[in-house]
């Protein structure tokens, strides 16, 4: 065994390769597999902070949430939806149909766009009954 293991050695060498079990590469072969695995890699990590950064927006927002509708992102209703409680025609207004038509079948994460569109068009007395509790919104 230990004198094919050599040949097999001196076999990879002589061709530039490099063995990968069960398959033998050059390393020019071996060197895209290794990219095209770090650009995957690169490619989840992206998807990762991606996510955490949603959901740091959203924890900003969550306070408010909780004082306007008990935190219910979810909530759909006649005249207002969403957790931050959107009157149904303020959604519409500003632009949040491009995720859904309610506030409440739109993700939290979606909410905080249009919130912060809200925000930086009108201010917290947007949120009247709630912007002296959650000063900091946004």
Sequence with gaps: PSSQHSENREKQAAVGAVAVWPVLL????????????LEAEM??????????????????????????MGGN????????????????GTWTAWGGREFAEYAGRATPYQQTIIAARVRD???PGAWSGCAEVVPFIG
């Design 26 to 37: 050059t390393e020019q072969d071996a060197e895209i597999a290794n990219t095209a695995y």
């Design 43 to 68: 490619a989840r990590l992206a998807v990762r902070v991606e996510a955490a950064r949603q959901a740091e927006q959203v924890a900003r927002w969550t306070p408010l949430a909780i004082c306007e």
């Design 121 to 123: 068009a009108v201010g």
């Design 73 to 88: 992102w979810a909530y759909v209703g006649p005249v207002y939806s969403g957790g931050l409680g959107f009157y149904n």
